[in-house]
DNA sequence: TTTCTTGATAAAGAATATCTTTAGTAAATG
DNA sequence: CATTTACTAAAGATATTCTTTATCAAGAAA
């Protein structure tokens, strides 16, 4: 029983018979045109025959290969239907546990190009999406903080302000510009250190002597730039979350980008070991650092231009 | 357009299924069973999903893997048949020229060991075979002497008789025991330093003094040996090219084998470079090589030994 | 039961196969 | 002609794939 071998020059080769030519042979498998024409000389060595006639301008299959050719179309064919069934059955939920603030301002807007590539993965994140939460760890951490896990970037604070907010200060104090506005803060900014808010921001670069822990505390960063958009008041921000905000106009930043703080810790992403091997997890890992250091760019970039 | 990849996964887990266990899928292969475990299970980890359960005594499908099941029968039969179609037209002939009483007393009677895995391969050796000699350098060479070339065996120069001289010889003189032997030379071993003969033997251990150059001389070793069969007299002669007479008992060495010349040169092995890629040729030339290689310790051990 | 055998699995390192890069050639195109 | 395009060659880097070795579990035999 003579068992089948070059597997990969076989449909190297097929894929060259079917493009038309090794260069576009080689985008369909994703290996350059180099790759696909040593996969097909393997072949041929290992034959001692020439398969393909790379005559100019197009390939032909020799008398050899022709005699093969439809059994080989047939078998990739095959081939495709069997990935095809495999990977349509291949359902697979990542339970995400993260920052609130971040998941719903960082990750929501950008998740739906990642579904869009990937509709077979399912999505519950602190709870809700497509699928139920699962009971024991989630699949994918990500925090805000000083513990494990692999950095995806650190933000950078800054105060926002609704557009109408914006000529309000050009009225005042030339230098205690924000002296009387109403400032608008987060929880966690009383709570904690680490999540700096008006109080340093002031400390930092001045413009205001007064109360600067005065006004409405909100407990999530959603409501509160929601009160930001509709000109409530002035919010201390991290960049990252209202970066398409800002693109859209909705929100501005009433002050030179580079009076601004820098978070004392990254989000930091944490995959559960068990779970890490599934190529789903690592996909999603992996976009998640490509976004990550996407925003990194762009941080950088925006505080630097303005 | 989705292009397939684990090929050699989905190889095995096809063979695992026809086959019903690892090991026996394993073998078909021609690799280890854990090979065969590591190339199913990276495709059930790209997938998410088991695809056979491990059952005792027996494999079976799981239900994802079953819906795949016909298409990758088809895919793997049609690839049998496209292997079976091109190596059917692979013929391949070999072109070997060789010292010609190596090539008839120790190529001839291995080759057909060789010739019966590789019935696909043809040999024109010396100008006889399956085909006709073709004009040009030869694919393969085997000379003996100094030149260039991988040296594949040292010769070990011994007498050899048939059975009823060696009576002969304990009738006779106990010290010159050769003395008024019927000896037998080869055309070589008087042409040519290289190729000792009896001169040279009795010379290095004695057993006769007078005409040591006397003789019948043959052109070709095999018909020289034909006479020591027929037991016309004695031969020094290559120790490789007798193996399978002495095993016989057909010929017989008369003297300890520890009384022997080393052969001048070794024979050596020479590939045309052109010929050399093809795999035809390399298999050839490593089945040489391990041929050679089993010689020479043959002829070690009996030299050693007796 | 205990022991032996067989087949499957895990981990690690070795051996290959495979790919990319870089450079170079020949035919087609402007 | 000069340029572009597709293919090829060679070398080194990268990955896969395999073997080895050891272990485990289950069934067969003592």
Chains 1, 2 share one sequence.
Request: charge should be negative; charged fraction near 25%; aromatic fraction near 6%.
């Amino acid at each position: 029983m003579p068992h089948v071998s070059h597997l990969k020059s076989l449909q190297a080769v097929e894929m060259a018979i079917r493009t038309g030519s090794l260069k576009a042979a080689a985008d369909a498998l994703g290996i350059t045109p180099a790759a696909v024409g040593q996969r097909i000389r393997a072949l041929e060595d290992y034959l001692g025959t020439d398969l393909l006639l790379r005559g100019r301008s197009g390939l032909q299959p020799t008398p050899e290969l022709e005699r093969a050719m439809s059994d080989l179309r047939q078998a990739f064919s095959a081939l495709e239907r069997v990935t095809e069934t495999l990977d349509f059955q291949r359902i697979s939920e990542i339970q995400v546990v993260a920052d609130p603030d971040w998941a719903e301002l960082w990750l929501a807007p950008r998740l739906p190009a990642f579904r869009e590539e990937h509709p077979n993965i399912l999505f519950c994140i602190n709870g809700a999406g497509d699928v139920p939460l699962r009971l024991g760890a989630p699949d994918v951490r990500v925090d805000y903080g000083d513990g494990r896990g692999e950095p995806l970037f650190s933000d950078i604070l800054v105060p926002v302000t609704g557009l109408d907010n914006t000529r309000r200060i050009a009225d005042w104090d030339p230098v205690l510009q924000m002296e009387g506005m109403p400032l608008l803060h987060l929880d966690v900014q009383r709570e904690s250190p680490d999540h700096p808010g008006w109080v340093e921001w002031f400390k930092a670069f001045g413009h205001r002597e007064s109360g600067p822990d005065r006004g409405v505390h909100y407990k999530h960063a959603r409501i509160a730039l929601e009160a930001v958009r509709q000109n409530v008041g002035f919010l201390v921000c991290g960049l990252s979350l209202v970066l398409s905000d800002l693109d859209a106009g909705s929100i501005v930043t009433p002050f030179p980008l580079a009076q601004h703080l820098r978070a004392p810790h990254p989000y930091r992403l944490t995959l559960r070991a068990d779970a890490a091997r599934r190529p789903q997890v690592q996909r999603f890992a992996a976009w998640l650092k490509a976004e990550a250091d996407k925003t990194s760019q762009t941080l950088q970039s925006r505080v630097l231009s303005g």
